[in-house]
């Protein structure tokens, strides 16, 4: 009970927070040790995804900005308690990323897509390149939240049908199969995310 009232006071923020625009998606997201409010917003310009992730002692408040087709453009990550913790990237059409002060980040170079560790949001980004049953390898840009540490990751997700994902780290070689709504939107993922309430605007 006390989960549910916080829930809806984070996600009652989230919504007066941002009372200028119209969002299209929310959804509380339960992890393992993590709850996110999290709103998607569609403009004529494509996308923006955000949340606010309370993970064990730390408030994280993210924001990815995509195009119509899906594909990041700058994204924001920071500590709320703690704002030295922050980072901001941006990524070029032909996959270079910036950070930024507007430095080169050679070991991000030909990533496609990013994967943020506290949320299941940034799979969709995936999930919304694929069609039918087809099955597609990714380079993508993992962040690692609390530490704020970034690498370069080899990823696979394959459709299966009736809105169920098979994806794999190729690094790491964890594999899991996610359930995404009809907005592509992950409702579950096996032991890491589970979707406590959804809402359209």
């Not at 007066?16 to 917003?41: D, M, Y």
């Amino acid at each position: 009970m006390i989960e549910l009232l916080c829930c809806k006071g984070i996600s009652k923020f989230m919504k007066s927070a941002i009372q200028s625009s119209v969002f299209n998606q929310v959804r509380i997201w339960k992890g393992n040790h993590s709850l996110e409010a999290f709103t998607l917003e569609q403009s004529d310009s494509g996308f923006i995804g955000g949340g606010i992730v309370t993970v064990e002692d730390s408030t994280i408040r993210y924001q990815v900005v995509m195009d119509t087709s899906w594909h990041v453009l700058e994204l924001s990550i920071k500590d709320v308690d703690r704002p030295r913790l922050k980072l901001y990237l941006t990524r070029t059409e032909d996959d270079l990323w910036y950070n930024a002060e507007g430095v080169l980040l050679p070991e991000l170079s030909g990533c496609q897509e990013v994967d943020i560790s506290i949320t299941p949001f940034t799979n969709t980004l995936a999930i919304k390149k694929l069609t039918g049953h087809q099955q597609k390898r990714f380079k993508v840009a993992y962040i690692c939240i609390p530490d704020f540490t970034y690498a370069a990751v080899e990823q696979v997700y394959q459709a299966l049908g009736s809105g169920r994902y098979r994806y794999e780290n190729l690094d790491t070689r964890f594999s899991a199969e996610l359930i995404a709504d009809e907005f592509g939107l992950v409702s579950e993922y096996p032991g890491l995310f589970m979707t406590l309430s959804k809402d359209q605007d």
